[in-house]
């Protein structure tokens, strides 16, 4: 069996958020089952391609609309533990960032068509592709319906939705710069008067996969307008929660962290990276420490965070810790709240992976008091590392903890992303801080919790052996 997955990101080639670190562990996790899985991805211009070989292995023109793109497939010299191509196109995909261009439409048609026609032009064609979010939505849809591809149509493909908000819409006086298709299939790209390409795969994939079964439930009634349609496709859908990559996610290797750490030795391991992170931010390294790492966007309930935090460091003796980026406005506000608390709360904007290690080994508690959160792996990450998660009840955050006052619980959990619901937990955690015993003794539960990927990666495998005819 041979599965090319094809995604917008990679860790750690290219991540903005978990889709790279998914995309960048579950092929190793299969590849180590026995099956053959690969990775192509865009060729960005950043500091993992600057200073690694490549081959290039294919080349060839591609049209969109009335503009042609020269582009190549180069292949990681680099062994990952999966062979990974990236499509390089002049013009279009050879910049820094991954998206948020003005023409990320055209970019990831481009990549598209890029990756279709090296797949149609290959000897060896792959027995199943897995697209992974709206970058990759056009491909189901153009290897049924364009004629070109009419070679590919048999080969199945899995979609895997990791964030139906975004959804990569646009308007219908772009379509010529799709290749040429069946016109009586249009209809397929259409949601809602636009060509939209998560609605066009989620229509024409072979099957539909979700990061967390109670994400596909959630997804019947709150899909950013997809409802009705994944309601419609739901005989077709299954949910697959995500693990962690815990070779890369390993207190007792991690060289990120100030000193490594065991179950057994969970206690002064922490300790060390805590009193480094009280140090670098003037907390009180005696006071129990809430963080949270993250995009500070609405989703993420990020919005609240300025009330929340105030009201809790009011009302607590603790310290809060932020390391993310996003809206600008709660960037601001979390900024502007340092003044009112200092020596207890530090919002540091931006993203460092360093920090980010840091962070989930010297933290007491990690919040998660996200809107919509279809996995969410911070929570699996905090749990390896022996932080107590405080998550919100929805999608993978509902499928992976269980609140202390449940039987068989370790994490603190609310029902809605409100000040009031936050600040409760909060609280709680305080509280349970202070009862060390037991706080230490559910930190060892956290850690001892198995979230690797093995049992998933087995899933997606049992899938695929369900589509191959
Ligand atoms: C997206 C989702 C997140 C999920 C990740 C990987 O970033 O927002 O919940 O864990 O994809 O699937």
């Not at 294919?58 to 969109?64: A, E, P, S």
């Not at 180069?74 to 279009?92: A, E, S, T």
């Not at 064609?125 to 992974?132: A, Y």
């Not at 809790?312 to 932020?322: G, P, T, Y």
């Amino acid at each position: 069996m041979n599965i090319l997955n094809i995604s917008a990101e990679c860790f750690p080639i290219a991540k903005v958020g978990g889709l790279a670190d998914v995309v960048g562990a579950l092929p190793k996790y299969q590849n180590n089952s026995g099956i053959s899985a690969k990775v192509i991805m865009p060729y960005y211009v950043n500091s993992f391609t600057k200073s690694n070989a490549f081959d290039a292995i294919f080349k060839n023109k591609l049209t969109l609309g009335t503009k042609v793109f020269k582009f190549q497939i180069l292949q990681l010299k680099r062994d990952l533990g999966y062979p990974v191509y990236m499509v390089k196109i002049k013009g279009l995909l050879d910049r820094e960032q991954v998206y948020s261009y003005e023409d990320d439409t055209e970019r990831f048609l481009a990549f598209q068509i890029a990756v279709l026609d090296w797949v149609l032009a290959s000897k060896v064609k792959p027995t199943l592709i897995h697209c992974h979010d709206h970058h990759t939505g056009f491909v189901p849809f153009m290897m049924s319906h364009a004629k070109k591809y009419k070679a590919l149509k048999e080969i199945p493909t899995v979609l895997t939705i990791h964030n139906a908000q975004y959804q990569g819409q646009f308007g219908f006086e772009k379509v010529n710069y799709l290749p040429d298709f069946d016109s009586s299939k249009k209809g397929l790209l259409n949601w809602d008067g636009q060509i939209n390409p998560l609605a066009a795969a989620i229509k024409c994939a072979w099957h539909i996969t979700t990061v967390s079964p109670s994400y596909l439930k959630e997804l019947s009634k709150k899909a950013n307008g997809l409802e009705s349609l994944l309601l419609n496709e739901k005989s077709k859908s299954t949910g697959i929660l995500n693990g962690i990559d815990d070779k890369v996610w390993d207190p007792e290797k991690d060289a990120l962290i100030s000193k490594n750490y065991s179950v057994k030795t969970v206690q002064s391991g922490k300790k060390v990276s805590k009193n480094k992170l009280c140090k670098q931010f003037g907390f009180d390294k005696n006071k129990p420490l809430f963080s949270f790492i993250g995009r500070l966007v609405y989703e993420k309930g990020a919005n609240l965070f300025p009330d929340i935090f105030y009201k809790a460091l009011l009302n607590n003796d603790i310290s809060i810790l932020v390391l993310g980026s996003g809206d600008k406005k709660v960037e601001a506000n979390l900024k502007a709240l340092e003044a009112h608390f200092k020596g207890k709360y530090n919002a540091f904007i931006g993203y460092d992976e360093n920090l980010a290690h840091e962070i989930y080994a010297g933290s007491d508690f990690l919040l998660m008091p996200s809107r919509v959160e279809p996995c969410g792996l911070n929570q699996m990450y905090a749990l390896r590392y022996g932080t107590i998660p405080i998550v919100r009840r929805v999608g993978g955050l509902k499928d992976t903890i269980i609140d202390i006052g449940d039987k068989g619980g370790f994490g603190i959990c609310h029902e809605e992303t409100t000040v009031k619901d936050v600040c409760f937990s909060i609280e709680r955690g305080a509280l349970f801080y202070e009862n060390q015993k037991e706080f230490r003794k559910i930190r060892k539960k956290c850690m001892k919790i198995d979230h690797s990927w093995d049992k998933s990666a087995q899933k997606y495998i049992s899938l695929y052996k369900s589509l191959i005819p």
